[in-house]
Structure formats: structure tokens, C-alpha cells
């Protein structure tokens, strides 16, 4: 099983993910998908790169983490057709179904841990 949890709060965010590593797996991300499923992205350098929700058909929840994996930066509800440059340079970023952000009460500076 490949687990998603806040050890912070001791919450679970996913029960399952997938993993986009490559450059042509983080540009496709959730294009095309039939619903929200849970992904991580890893990324070689920590920079603030830019999201988009292009063709993608629901909204989602995305956090950014630094390497040591702590969130550095949360967007709740991010809608399909519109893009989000973060504030923040990030390492990692997991992008949620919509609203679980709220319902785990994750917050800036929370440690996740996956499997």
C-alpha cells in the first residue's frame, strides 16, 4: 500500500498514490484523469514551479513540501483551466482530492510521511 499521512496531526491524506518522478509523468500529472486520485511529484530542484489544471476536470488540493518533506505551502480547491504559480520553492508536491486539506486540518509546516 502506498500511504500518504500527516504525522503532524496523525491523519491519513491517502490511502493510495502514484508517483510522477519524470519530466513527461509531472507535465501529464492528472490531465485526462476520470477523477481525484492522490499523486506525488518529486522534483530535482527546489524551485517554485508553475501548476496548471489543464484538462483536468475537477477541482484538487495541492501541497508543496521542502526535502524535508514539511508543507511549505497549501492551495485548497484549485479549479480545472486555471494555473497557480506557489509563493514558495518546493521539493515535492501532492496534489489531493478537493477538500481533504480541510478535513485532515492540515496546515504550513506539517510533516507527511509516504510509503
Not at 507535465?27 to 486520485?37: E, I, Q, S, T, V
Request: glycine share 4%.
Amino acid at each position: 500500500m502506498r500511504m500518504i499521512t500527516n504525522t503532524t496531526r496523525r491523519q491519513q491524506l491517502a490511502s493510495q498514490h502514484k508517483s510522477r518522478q519524470s519530466v513527461l509523468g509531472r507535465a501529464l500529472g492528472l490531465m485526462f484523469c476520470r477523477g481525484p486520485k492522490a499523486m506525488l511529484f518529486s522534483f530535482p530542484v527546489p524551485r517554485k514551479y508553475r501548476i496548471h489544471m489543464m484538462f483536468v476536470f475537477f477541482p484538487i488540493d495541492l501541497l508543496f513540501l521542502n526535502s524535508r518533506k514539511q508543507v511549505v505551502e497549501l492551495k485548497e480547491h484549485l479549479r480545472p483551466w486555471q494555473m497557480y504559480l506557489p509563493k514558495q520553492a518546493y521539493s515535492f508536491l501532492i496534489e489531493l482530492p478537493a477538500g481533504m486539506v480541510a478535513k485532515t486540518r492540515t496546515e504550513k509546516g506539517d510533516t507527511l510521511l509516504w510509503k
